[in-house]
């Protein structure tokens, strides 16, 4: 049992508090920010004694706590969280766990967004469409509306749905069987390129590969374009940590790629026999479902759904193995294939997209503050999954845990449509790579991918020895 502290303890605890939160109020200066760093620099043991202490004070002088530092006080002094932070990009996690003990509706004053970080708040937002707008962008920034119209992941109904239809037969379950023979031929490709034994960068080599080869397989890129294709859209969607704004160099890709794709879907709707995503935008222009206007968003709205996303999972894994986190004896069944309880409970851990965010299109009052229209609201997926009232221990890595409800597909009228391939991806993926190389070390320190909303990996080097058979 653990004891209660004394009362005096308590109230000095929150007297100290109340000053600190005052003194940031008033001189603009974090008192907070240095009573935090001089808690980190303690002893362990008394870091957790703050901890301790103050999650054991009583309910109602928590909310005042709470309060102080709701109203505005923290918000302003002291940013709980920046989505474009250093700290973000980094390990956003503990970020997400003060959020949802301290401001599940936060207000983050410098980038002017507000923050939903629990999960029935996220899961409810997300399924309130009327209310909470893809319409106007899910970045922050100049990002927003980036892509250009046809990006359907940024329409509200009846348009998103009209345009959603043209694609579903293409990623449903049942066109999966047709898509496994072509995913594996690449996968087998790419890891026989590799040395039996040595080092490889696998996120260049492996990780992002292998979606974006197989998104420019459905597109129906021919094979001489593919290269140039991959490489342009890896170096327009490169952002730099603070950055809320595409480069110069990013427009100039952009507008590469649009040209390229107008060329391709009007060479379908002059000539038949193509059978790809990008026919089916040829017969949706015919039939009058979009317009020519369309073609840009809409392909690299897909060609980016297949990037950040599912590298980021396969980069995820092969992590967790290289670094002895997990061992891959266990990732896998008794046929040699990737348990689906451990793929999904590692988009549980660390959700591919860390969040995406909407606009309020009237006053939402939630846990009594309220967000006022036209607000920007950032949905935390990865916050979401790790919310201790929904997932017991939620940051543990538990490959076994059963039943797992993450939001790391999205949820409502915007759920991920390309669920089937990615994880149709992720399993060739794994069962292809350590088929042939069962031993992965790392080998070098891993970056990550510069992105607002990802955290995958961009060079990911590990030693791979081959399988002993
Ligand atoms: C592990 C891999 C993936 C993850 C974690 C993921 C995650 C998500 C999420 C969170 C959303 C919802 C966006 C929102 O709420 O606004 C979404 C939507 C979408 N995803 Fe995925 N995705 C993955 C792979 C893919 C792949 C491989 C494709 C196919 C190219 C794809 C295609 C789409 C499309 C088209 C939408 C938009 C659906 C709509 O707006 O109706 N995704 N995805």
Known sequence: MVATPPTHHVSAAISLYALAHALAHFNAISALDRIDNS??????????????????????????MDNLRLVGVTSQAKTLYDPLSQESRNDPYPAYERLRTRAPVYYCEPRNVWVLSRY??????????????????LEIGDFVGFFGKGDFVQMD????????????????NRAMSHYEPIVTTLAEQLVSEF????????????????????????????DSDVPWVVKSFIDMMKRNAGENMPSDHAHKLRSELVAFFNEQVELRINQDGFDDLQSDIAHAIQSGIIDRSHIPGVCL??????????????????????????????LMDEQGELRNSALEEFLRFDAPIQWLSRVTTVDVTIHETTIPEGSRVLLLYASANRDPDVFPNPDVLDIG?????????????????????????????????????????????????????????????????????
């Not at 109904?157 to 449903?172: K, M, N, Q, S, T």
């Not at 092969?318 to 997990?326: F, Q, R």
Request: with cysteine; hydrophobic share 40%; net charge positive.
């Open 195 to 222: 040395p039996r034994e040595g080092v490889v960068d696998i996120a260049g080599a492996f990780t992002q590969r292998l979606p974006l080869l197989t998104i420019c397989q459905m597109l129906g890129i021919a």
């Open 157 to 172: 109904p009846p348009e998103h749905d009209d345009v959603r239809r043209i694609f579903a037969p293409r990623f449903a």
């Open 39 to 64: 808690l980190r620099n303690a002893p362990k043991h008394a870091q957790f004694a703050c901890v301790f202490r103050e999650s054991r004070l009583p309910v109602d002088i928590r909310n005042q």
């Open 301 to 330: 709205m897909l060609m980016h759904a297949g990037l950040e996303t599912t590298s980021t999972l396969l980069g995820n894994i092969v992590h967790a193995i290289a670094n002895k986190v997990i061992d891959s004896r266990e």
């Open 120 to 137: 029935e708040d996220v899961r409810a937002a997300l399924r309130d469409w009327e209310r909470f707008t893809s319409a106007k962008g």
């Open 401 to 469: 845990r059963e039943g797992s409800r993450h939001l790391a597909f999205g949820e409502g009228i915007h759920f991920c449509l390309g669920m089937p391939l990615a994880k149709l991806e992720t399993r060739i993926g794994i069962r292809s790579l350590l088929r042939k190389h069962q031993t992965i070390t790392a080998n070098g320190r891993p970056t990550r991918f510069p992105s607002l909303v990802g955290r995958g990996y961009d060079h990911l080097p590990v030693r791979l020895s081959p399988a002993e058979h």
